[in-house]
C-alpha cells in the first residue's frame, strides 16, 4: 500500500509532464491563446518543479518526506482542479505553476518515502515498480491526453487527476509509515530564491526573443537579470553552511559534464515532441489520438531501451552509455530532418526510433552516473541535482524550439507574400491555429497559401532538430571524454559511504 501512494502520484507528476503537449491546440482555440501563453502552459510546470525539486528534498528532511508528501499531494490536487475550471490562458498558467510546486514536493519524497517504508528485498523491488511506473507515464501522457482531448475534452487532463489524487491521499495517510526528520539540516531559502530566479528570468528571455528579437532592449535586459540572479545564486552557495547545491561539485569535470548532459538530454529529446504533436494535428489534420500515437515509436523504443540497458549495462562505465545515447539521440534528430511540406508522420519514424534507443540506454544511467561522481556524503544531493538539471532541460528547451521554430516560419511566410502580417501569422501557425491564418487569405489565395504552412512548419521543424542533433552529439562526446566511473574524493572527505545512500536498484531506476 505505501508503493501504491508513491506510485499513484508519481504517475501523476509525471504524465502531466507530456499529456498537455496533445491537447495543445483545443486549448488555444478555446482560450484564444497566443503562442507565448501557450509555451508557458507546457514551460510552468516544468520550470516549477526543476527549481524547487531540491530545496523541497531539504524541507522534507526537516518536516519529514510524508508530511511533505500528502501537501504536495494536496496542493497538486487543487490545482489541477483549477486548471480543470480555467476560463483564461492566465488563469491556466499560474494554475500550472502551482500544479508544478505540488509536484515538486512530490517528486522530492518519492525516494525518501520507499527508503523508509521498505526494507531488504522489498525495497529493491519497491524500487523496480516505482522506475517500472516512471517509464509507463512517460508513454502514456501522449495517449492518455489525446483520448481525454478528443473524447471529452481538453480540460479532462487535469480532471483525471483528482480521483487518482483522492485515492492516493487515503492511501498515504493511512499506510505511509512517518518518516524521520533530521534538524541540523536547513532550508537553503536564498540558494532557491536565487536559482528559481535566474531560471525563470532565461525562459522569460527566450521567450521573449521570439516576440521582440534577441537585440530588443526588453531581451537583453531578461538576459542581464538572469545572469546577475545566477551570480548571487553562486556566491550565496559558496557561502552556505548547508547549501541547496555544493558548487564544489561542479569542479569535478564528471560531475559537471554529466549535469551539462542531463541539460541537452531532455532538451535535444523531449522539447521538440510538443510541437512535432502541434504539426501532426495543425498541418497534418490528425486528431489528438492519432497524434498521441504518432509518439509512440518514440515511446515504446525508450521504454524497451531502458529495461535492456538496467539488465545489460550495469557494469559497462558509465560515460559509454550516456555519452552513447546522447549522440544517438543526435543522429535520430538529424535523421528527423527530411521533412517536407508534403510529408507524412512515417517521414519522422527512422528518427524516433534511434533516438529512442538513445533515450533509453541514457537514462536509466544518469542518476546513478551523477551518485558516483560525487563524494559518498554528497549523494543525496548528486540524486537531486541530476533530477533538477534533467527536468530544467525541457523547461528550457521548450522556448528555445519554440523562439527557433517561430523565426523560421515567419521568415517563409514573409517571403511568400501572401500574408498580410507574417509575424501575427507565424505565431498563430506554430500555436496550432494553422486553420485561422488560412481563412483570413483570400479565397483564390488560399490553396498557395496553404502549401507555403506547410512547407514553413516542416522547414521550422527542420532547424529545430538540426539544433538539437548538434547539441546532442556535443554533448554526448563532452560525456565520453570528461566522464569517469568514479570521481576521486576531495581532501578532507569522508571515505564511509553515506547512511542514507539509496539502493542500486532505486539508482537505476530513476
Avoid at 557561502?239 to 561542479?250: K, N, V, Y
Amino acid at each position: 500500500m505505501p508503493l501504491l501512494a508513491v506510485c499513484l502520484g508519481t504517475f501523476m507528476l509525471l504524465v502531466d509532464v507530456t499529456i498537455v503537449s496533445v491537447a495543445l491546440p483545443r486549448m488555444t482555440d478555446s482560450l484564444d491563446a497566443s503562442f507565448s501563453a501557450l509555451q508557458w502552459v507546457v514551460d510552468v510546470y516544468v520550470l516549477v518543479l526543476a527549481a524547487l525539486l531540491m530545496a523541497l528534498g531539504s524541507l522534507s528532511d526537516l518536516a519529514g518526506a510524508r508530511r511533505v508528501y500528502l501537501i504536495g499531494l494536496t496542493v497538486f490536487a487543487c490545482a489541477s482542479l483549477a486548471c480543470g475550471l480555467a476560463g483564461s490562458s492566465e488563469v491556466l498558467i499560474a494554475a500550472r505553476g502551482v500544479q508544478g510546486l505540488g509536484a515538486a514536493a512530490m517528486f522530492a519524497t518519492n525516494t525518501a518515502l520507499l527508503a523508509s517504508n521498505y526494507q531488504g528485498r522489498d525495497r529493491g523491488v519497491a524500487f523496480g515498480m516505482w522506475g517500472a511506473v516512471n517509464g509507463a507515464a512517460a508513454a502514456a501522457g501522449p495517449i492518455l491526453g489525446g483520448l481525454l482531448t478528443e473524447h471529452l475534452n481538453w480540460r479532462w487532463i487535469f480532471l483525471v487527476n483528482l480521483p487518482v489524487a483522492v485515492v492516493a491521499l487515503y492511501v498515504g495517510a493511512r499506510y505511509l509509515a512517518k518518516s524521520p526528520t533530521r534538524r541540523d539540516r536547513r532550508l537553503d531559502l536564498p540558494g532557491t530564491v536565487g536559482f528559481t530566479l535566474a531560471a525563470t528570468l532565461v525562459v522569460f528571455a527566450l521567450i521573449h526573443a521570439g516576440e521582440e528579437g534577441w537585440g530588443a532592449d526588453s531581451t537583453l535586459a531578461l538576459l542581464g537579470g538572469s545572469a546577475l540572479a545566477l551570480l548571487a545564486f553562486v556566491l550565496v552557495e559558496r557561502r552556505r553552511r548547508d547549501p541547496m547545491l555544493d558548487l564544489g561539485l561542479m569542479r569535478t569535470p564528471s560531475f559537471a559534464a554529466l549535469m551539462g548532459g542531463a541539460v541537452v538530454f531532455s532538451a535535444a529529446a523531449f522539447a521538440n515532441l510538443v510541437f512535432v504533436s502541434v504539426w501532426a494535428q495543425s498541418v497534418l489534420g490528425f486528431g489528438p489520438v492519432k497524434a498521441g500515437l504518432i509518439l509512440m515509436p518514440f515511446s515504446a523504443m525508450s521504454f524497451v531501451a531502458a529495461g535492456l540497458a538496467g539488465r545489460f549495462l550495469a557494469a559497462v562505465p558509465p560515460q559509454y552509455p550516456i555519452g552513447g545515447g546522447l549522440l544517438l539521440i543526435g543522429v535520430g534528430s538529424f535523421l528527423e530532418m527530411s521533412l517536407t511540406g508534403s510529408s507524412g508522420w512515417t517521414a519522422l519514424l527512422a528518427g524516433f526510433l534511434v533516438a529512442g534507443v538513445g533515450v533509453g540506454i541514457a537514462s536509466p544511467i544518469l542518476a546513478s552516473a551523477a551518485l558516483a561522481a560525487a563524494p559518498a556524503d554528497r549523494a543525496g544531493m548528486a540524486g537531486g541535482a541530476a533530477n533538477t538539471f534533467r527536468q530544467l532541460g525541457f523547461a528550457l528547451g521548450i522556448p528555445a524550439v519554440g523562439t527557433l521554430l517561430s523565426g523560421v516560419v515567419a521568415s517563409e511566410l514573409r517571403d511568400s507574400g501572401l500574408f498580410t502580417d507574417s509575424g501575427e501569422a507565424a505565431e498563430l501557425v506554430t500555436g496550432g491555429r494553422s486553420e485561422a491564418v488560412l481563412a483570413a487569405v483570400p479565397e483564390g489565395a488560399r490553396q498557395a497559401a496553404g502549401r507555403t504552412v506547410e512547407n514553413a512548419y516542416a522547414a521550422g521543424l527542420d532547424q529545430v532538430f538540426l539544433a538539437g542533433g548538434v547539441v546532442a552529439v556535443v554533448a554526448g562526446a563532452m560525456v565520453l571524454l570528461l566522464v569517469r566511473p568514479s570521481a576521486p574524493q576531495p581532501e578532507g572527505a569522508s571515505p564511509r559511504p553515506a547512511e542514507d545512500a539509496l539502493p542500486k536498484g532505486h539508482v537505476a531506476a530513476g
